[in-house]
């Protein structure tokens, strides 16, 4: 009888603490690494300016749903046909691992498992080609954080973006590229601010510097193509529940000007776009499962694509 009545009352206590705010509690009895990495950031590697303890690694596994199904001239939205519509399913695999407490290392390896992409020219209707299926163009970076404090937290990242995809040659190919073509190089600054235990503001900008690549065309001319290099910057809020994350989040990005032999091909492009992120789970040491879902819609912009992203992404963490 006691065994009876015992068991509802631990089911009960361990129910009711889990519905406390759990930060107080692990912060109070939590072993050395818990200490390192103070919650909201567990999980939020990507989109925040935590980095992993010492000896830790953190692995993502992700889909991507991206489409342009529309496009942004003199910032309005217009349909189309032809030349810039596009589907793309991608799965990328991303792994990071604490080097020291403040020093994460990364690589993140995109494939590309399905492409559909119109092949005329804007204003035109051709036949819509199947896109290649091969690996994306892979991304190495190193994060450092700069600044650890109680109530915010500035971190650092950089890393070339390398052409490991296959690209997309506009004069000559039958097929849509993986990549496109050169080296990126990537600067990152990723900074949060803390509103309560379980809250907090983003901020995050990203400046990718692109190279120049040469590549002949149909009629073997030699082609030497410059794309233009991308800013964004954008804001949010995270806010934390039992077992739940949730972040809005506005984003800004402006690309420069595409040149072919010195000469302007794509003027200037720019786009807003929001971002909502659902976090289920927390990818701990001792919860290792974590399931992401986010959405990324466009608002305006000039010159761009809408784009709209949908993604699933799982997380694990472990030393």
Known sequence: MRRMISLPVLVFVWAYLGTVPSYAIEYQSSPEWEYL??????????WSSAT??????????????????????????????????S??????????????????????????VGQKVDAGEFGQIERAKTGARNFGDIELFLKYRIVDRYYWALAAEFGPTLPTGKPYNKAGADKAGTGDGQTDLNFNLKGDILLTEEAFVKLDTRLTYQTKREFTDAEGESIEEKLGNVFS??????????????N????????????????????????????????????????????DLFLDFPINGKNAPATYRFGVSIKSIFQ
């Open 233 to 246: 910057a954008e804001a949010g809020v995270v806010q934390n529940f039992r077992n739940v994350g949730l």
């Open 248 to 291: 809005g989040a506005f984003r800004y990005t402006y690309w420069g000007a595409t040149e072919r032999n010195n000469a302007v091909e794509l003027d200037p492009a720019d786009i807003f776009e929001m971002s909502l992120r659902m976090s289920l789970g927390e990818a701990s040491p001792r919860k290792h499962g974590k399931l």
């Open 37 to 46: 990495l103070e919650k909201p950031s567990w999980g939020m590697m990507e």
């Open 87 to 112: 589907t793309t399913y991608m799965l990328t695999a991303r792994l990071l691992y604490g080097l020291s407490n403040k020093l994460t290392v990364g690589v993140c390896v995109p494939a590309v």
């Open 52 to 85: 992993l303890p010492k000896g830790f690694w953190y692995p993502t596994f992700e889909f991507l749903y991206l489409s342009n199904g529309s496009y942004f001239a003199a910032g309005k939205e217009v349909g189309y046909e032809g030349g810039r519509d």
